[in-house]
């Protein structure tokens, strides 16, 4: 009786060390295989032996592995987590210009019209003769339609009068077209000091700012459009993202350079697990 209970044990703890315990599976290929959803009540502990406990780690860590053999470790990570119904910032798009518009100088006078509303084409010369910045055009692509575009468009304006002791002044807008579209305006006026001593030159730091809502998922382009509207004077010269031709060296198309700045944000939503 003895010798028959010395063998059960002994067939017992061979089991004990040896076997893989597959849950899901009649194959496990590790000590525990689960071949399914797993649903854990408590804290999960890594990096414990036969005498301690694992490390349960500190609120808002994550697992992380170290590689094969080795036991994974608790890290804290600086990562904003998003929480459903929050928009996320998904793509950033900066673009910059030198070459900027000269064709609306000394010459030409302006278009004469004072309004503009969202959905003017580019091309329609009735709505305005919008000179483009070419450099600053690009394409991005929208994949959830609720979502928030911002754009940030900055670029230095420079007069000169004909006169440099007669002041002169030049009123002007420049807009963000989408897919050739109006989406967004902002008129403003430069004008020039009767002052010898700058050569009637004058410089000025123009900026447009503005948020689109829900733009539709696919591929779009974006344009930056400027164009005068009067001119006290059609021989003032005057230049978008750039020097005049005639300047004095106070200037050059670096310091007026123009920038766009566009910011794709969406809406953040999770698939709920069952």
Request: glycine fraction near 10%; charged fraction near 20%.
């Amino acid at each position: 009786m003895k010798k028959i209970i010395f063998c059960c044990a002994a067939g017992l703890l061979s089991f004990y060390a040896n076997a893989q315990v597959g849950i899901g599976t009649d194959k496990p290929k590790s000590m525990l295989d689960v071949n399914g959803k797993t649903t854990l009540r408590k804290e999960l502990r890594v990096g414990g032996s036969s005498t301690q406990a694992g490390n349960a780690g500190l609120n808002g860590q994550v697992l992380v592995s170290q590689g094969e053999g080795q036991a994974p470790i608790w890290k804290s990570l600086n990562v904003s987590f998003m929480e459903e119904g929050q928009y996320k910032l998904i793509n950033s798009y900066l673009s910059s210009d030198q070459t900027g518009i000269i064709s609306l100088s000394n010459g030409v006078a302006g278009d004469g019209i004072y309004t503009n509303n969202v959905g003017d084409d580019i091309a329609d010369t009735s709505k305005g003769k919008w000179a483009k910045i070419t450099g600053l055009e690009n394409s991005f692509t929208i994949k959830n339609g609720k979502n928030r575009l911002t754009y940030q468009f900055q670029t230095g304006i420079e007069m000169k009068a004909p006169v440099s002791t007669t002041s002169q002044n030049i009123r002007f807008a420049c807009g963000v077209f989408r897919n050739g579209k109006l989406v967004a305006v902002r008129p403003d006026r430069v004008a020039s000091n009767n002052n010898d001593a700058k050569g009637g030159l004058q410089d000025y730091i123009f900026t447009l700012n503005y948020t689109e809502l829900d733009v539709p998922v696919g591929l779009h382009k974006i344009e930056i459009g400027c164009r005068k509207i009067t001119t006290s004077s059609s021989l003032s010269q005057f230049a978008i993202g750039r020097d005049v031709q005639s300047s004095n060296g106070a200037s050059n198309a670096f310091t007026l350079e123009s920038t766009m700045k566009m910011d794709v944000i969406e809406y953040v939503s999770y698939k709920t697990n069952n």
